[in-house]
């Protein structure tokens, strides 16, 4: 239990277009998902939080109209970089919480397997 | 804010070397620590949550302890395939929006 998936695993993309990227809880509700912006060698930087059904909450310095985060259900999250730029090439990571106390799964946050955008 | 420091940042072991991570933490109401283990180009998986002093929990060859001021992270005849970066990450916040705040992991590599 507590599988989280990331679609896509890697993206290349060109200067200015915009991508979106996938963060499913396959076996468990997730009322709260984050999202996280990793370097090469450092760690994990929380970009934002959002909750099921409302708006996300950003964490400082991180632009909210450059980094569309939605919450639609409590198995999907979507996080859209718009108009990339090669300063946004990073490594991209989702992780959700569950809900699902009586599966026994307590409150830790399970991550996805990352993606790889490269902005050319 | 929460600041969560993670000693050493590399450490090198022969297979069956036992050793410790150490990660130290200052928070005003520890909310939970956790360790995570992370593959090169993979996400972070889950190992353990601590929530008060004295706890200790294991699994195969990890055993993770907390104290009041830091955690440790015990490997014990490690294998090559525990070669990964650890992460240790306390949480903060109140009830609802609880997030994580992450140490800067301690790089394990364990040589046959």
């Known amino acids: 239990g507590a599988v989280v998936s990331q679609h896509p695993s890697r993206v290349i993309c060109k200067s200015g277009t915009s991508v979106k990227i996938e963060c499913r809880s396959l076996d468990f509700q997730a009322t709260t998902m984050f999202w996280y912006r990793q370097f090469p060698k450092q760690s994990l930087m929380l970009m934002a939080t959002s909750n099921e059904g409302s708006k996300a909450t950003y964490e400082q310095g991180v632009e909210k109209d450059k980094f569309l985060i939605n919450h639609a259900s409590l198995t999907l999250s979507t996080l859209t970089v718009t108009s990339a730029h090669p300063e946004d090439s990073s490594f991209y990571i989702c992780s959700a919480r569950g809900a699902d106390w009586t599966s026994g799964l307590g409150d830790e946050q399970f991550f996805g397997p990352g993606t790889r955008l490269t902005v050319l | 804010e929460d600041q969560v420091t993670q000693s050493p940042e590399a450490l090198r072991l022969q297979e069956g070397e036992s050793s410790s991570l150490n990660c130290s933490y200052t928070?005003?109401?520890?909310?939970?620590l956790f360790w995570y283990r992370q593959d090169p180009g993979k996400g972070p998986e889950f190992l353990f949550t601590l929530y008060s002093a004295g706890e200790e929990k294991e699994k195969e060859r990890l055993k993770a302890t907390l104290t009041k001021k830091e955690s440790f992270l015990h490997i014990t005849a490690p294998k090559p395939e525990d070669s990964a970066t650890y992460l240790c990450a306390v949480r903060e916040g109140d009830t609802g929006f609880q997030k994580l705040v992450f140490g800067t992991g301690t790089r394990l590599l364990v040589s046959p």
């Open positions: 928070v005003s109401g520890l909310r939970g």
